[in-house]
Antibody, heavy 117, light 109 residues
Framework: EVQLVESGGGLVQPGESLRLSCAASRFTFSNYWMSWVRQGPGMGLEWVAN????????YYVDSVKGRFTISRDNAKNSVFLQMNSLRAEDTAVYYC??????????WGQGALVTVSS | SYVLTQPPSVSVAPGKTATITCGGNNIGSRNVHWYQQKPGQAPVLVIYYDSDRPSGIPERISGSNSGNTATLTISRVEAGDEADYYCQVWDTNLNHLYVFGTGTKVTVL
């Protein structure tokens, strides 16, 4: 089955770091841009970052620039989100998603990140 | 930044038609995509490039886009259509941002 599976979520204190991983299966991962999208409790969807096929282009929403880093390992069919200096407002379910011409046509099940003291 | 505005909620009786709007400045010049999200689940793409359906999405779900409004239409609404719906565009002019609408909760009466 074509799928994305996130891991690495958890509870951290403000100012701490966390690394999310997303493993892809049953499609040619290296052919696709990949994105991370988050959804705060009871909130809508917010795109966070994306990365092109070889990792040479990366884009971020303003609120995470300088704190979050997206990366990928095509040999391991995986995309990552390194999150530093976490804040309470970063609390959300984080989804990885496959880009398709400006849409997101495959989503993982999500990883919950809670930032709280 | 580019803003997409949706009505917070839409209520519809079974068998009727639900219409969800997505307003944005000259949105008709952009490609609009729509997602369905049921409680506790990840979003699912239901319409891309304004009106195309991914495989597995029923023909009852359709989209259009013109002027300052994109529209998602769900015909012959079923109980299983109850969900949150989000529109989305890709703003290549602004750091390749993916912009989501505010979301619409569709309630089947």
């Amino acid at each position: 089955e074509v799928q994305l599976v996130e891991s690495g979520g958890g509870l951290v204190q403000p100012g701490e770091s966390l690394r999310l991983s997303c493993a892809a299966s049953r499609f040619t991962f290296s052919n696709y841009w990949m994105s991370w999208v988050r959804q705060g409790p009871g909130m809508g969807l917010e795109w966070v970052a994306n990365i092109n096929q070889d990792g040479s282009e990366k884009y971020y929403v303003d609120s995470v620039k300088g704190r979050f880093t997206i990366s990928r390992d095509n040999a391991k069919n995986s995309v990552f989100l390194q999150m530093n200096s976490l804040r309470a407002e970063d609390t959300a379910v984080y989804y990885c998603a496959r880009d398709h011409g400006g849409s997101l046509n495959l989503w993982g099940q999500g990883a919950l990140v809670t930032v709280s003291s | 930044s580019y803003v997409l505005t949706q009505p917070p909620s839409v209520s519809v009786a079974p068998g009727k038609t639900a219409t969800i709007t997505c307003g944005g400045n000259n949105i008709g010049s952009r490609n609009v995509h729509w997602y369905q999200q049921k409680p506790g689940q990840a979003p699912v793409l239901v319409i891309y490039y304004d009106s195309d359906r991914p495989s597995g999405i029923p023909e009852r779900i359709s989209g259009s886009n013109s002027g300052n409004t994109a529209t998602l239409t769900i015909s012959r609404v079923e109980a299983g259509d109850e969900a949150d719906y989000y529109c989305q565009v890709w703003d290549t002019n602004l750091n390749h941002l993916y912009v989501f609408g505010t979301g619409t909760k569709v309630t089947v009466l």
